[in-house]
């Protein structure tokens, strides 16, 4: 069965204070790892897909990471806009089954 | 472009009662995924629709059902409900059909939040 862990389950960072949010996963048959943002009462949001080790996406001030053991979301200089949950998603055999992790909490203060 | 609509986005039922929760995913998307996100398992996966057929299920037991229309509207339904249904039931589409490369993105709606007493 895939497994997708998430840490820290909550991340607090001053505005411009960089860091990194971590996801490992244990699956058969990667076929791509997704990273959503999620703010309280909306749906989550789609990021980055990452297909292979070795892959890295941009975007802003959020970088993805992909290694065949986990993938890390790098946030650089983070503004207090960029607070939400993050959430990091495998892909596996047929079809659009996606197995979530259940997020990292990320609140950037003044 | 018109995202993920679910409707309706908040209702409370008893236990005991069933739900029809509605999606109409983004125009020319033929995958429809529903998810269930509460506060302790996070988001799991409820099923899966590709052309009006079920592709993939999780493990949710039978009083869970869905069903896809020929326009890929897709509707989800829970029979019996009991108080740990209660929980943000969200929809996703997808342009993808099966092992389609780059094109597994799921777009996700703001989700029907079902609180049952």
């Known amino acids: 069965e895939d497994q997708v862990t998430q840490s820290p389950e909550a991340l607090r960072l001053q505005e411009g204070e960089s860091s990194s949010l971590n996801c490992s996963y244990t699956v058969s048959g990667l076929r791509g790892l997704f990273w959503y943002r999620q703010d309280p009462g909306k749906g989550p949001e789609f990021l980055f897909t990452?297909?292979?080790a070795g892959e890295e996406k941009e975007k802003e001030r959020l970088k993805a990471t992909l290694t065949k053991k986990e993938s890390f979301l790098h946030i650089t200089a983070p503004k207090p806009e960029d607070s939400a949950t993050y959430l990091c998603?495998?892909?596996?055999?047929?079809?659009?089954?996606?197995?979530f992790g259940t997020g990292t909490q990320l609140k950037v203060e003044l | 472009k018109a995202g993920v609509t679910q409707t309706p986005r908040y209702l409370i039922k008893t236990r005991g009662q069933q739900v029809t929760l509605s999606c109409s995913p983004i125009?020319?998307?033929?995958?429809v995924s529903w998810y269930q996100q509460t506060p302790g398992q996070g988001l799991q996966f409820l099923f899966e629709y590709f052309s009006e057929t079920q592709r993939n299920k999780g493990n949710f037991p039978g009083r869970f059902s869905g069903r896809q229309f020929s326009n890929s509207r897709s509707e989800m339904n829970v029979s019996t409900l009991e108080l740990g249904d209660s929980a943000l039931y969200l929809c996703?589409?997808?342009?993808?059909?099966?092992?389609?490369?780059?094109?597994?993105?799921?777009?996700f709606g703001a989700g029907s939040r079902l609180t049952v007493l």
């Open positions: 990452l297909y292979s």
């Open positions: 125009s020319g998307h033929r995958s």
């Open positions: 998603a495998v892909i596996t055999g047929g079809g659009n089954k996606l197995t």
């Open positions: 996703a589409s997808s342009l993808a059909g099966q092992g389609a490369s780059g094109a597994n993105v799921l777009t």
